[in-house]
């Protein structure tokens, strides 16, 4: 049996197909990012995710001395007022990596007088 060009045409359009979908492939990885940039998770940061475009799924790395600051998740509330809510998680390792929730994501330091400093982030991750 011969093959017509019909059928040549099907493999050229599969091969484009999967190149495609391998070139897609490469941007739906997530990202990671240092909150803070250089300078890492301290004083006066809240401005840090201004122009920034966070995705569910996307890793901030807090860095930080833990021995004089820490992280906490909280909700709306807790980031507007500074207070960390019953049940928060408290991260405390210096080094944290935390994976980005679709919508809301908010940060504090909750030791005392460092998130009213600035000492807190909040995300909006798509």
């Known amino acids: 049996m011969v093959q017509g060009r019909g059928s040549a045409d099907l493999v050229v359009v599969n091969m484009a197909a999967v190149l495609c979908l391998m070139v897609l492939a490469g941007h739906v990885h997530a990202a990671t990012y240092t909150v803070g940039g250089s300078g890492g998770w301290t004083l006066n940061v809240d401005s840090w995710p201004k122009g920034k475009r966070f995705k569910a799924g ?29 049940g928060a998680r408290v991260y405390k390792s210096g080094n944290d990596q935390i994976k980005l929730s679709k919508g809301q994501n908010f940060f504090i330091c909750n030791v ?12 909006n991750a798509a």
């Open 58 to 86: 996307d890793t901030l790395v807090f860095t930080y001395d833990p021995t004089i600051h820490n992280v906490v998740a909280v909700n709306r509330g807790g980031y507007s007022s500074c207070i960390t809510p019953a």
């Open 112 to 123: 005392a007088e460092h998130c009213e400093s600035g000492m807190k982030i909040a995300i």
